[in-house]
């Protein structure tokens, strides 16, 4: 099993639906995980 993954987008395939509640941690602008931020918004 692969659990690497070349993009956010291909990670969260068919894993996130509509009502789901995401915890994503992070400390300031460094550890903010913008690229699954912004993957959940597409």
Same mark, same amino acid.
């Given at each position: 099993m692969n659990k690497v993954? *070349?993009? &956010?987008?291909s &990670?969260? &395939?068919?894993?996130?639906?509509?009502?789901?509640?995401?915890m994503a *941690? *992070?400390?300031g602008l460094c550890g903010i995980p913008e690229a699954l931020i912004? &993957?959940?918004?597409d």
């Open positions: 993954y *070349g993009d &956010a987008r &990670a969260l &395939a068919g894993l996130v639906k509509d009502g789901m509640t995401i *941690g *992070g400390f912004e &993957a959940i918004r």
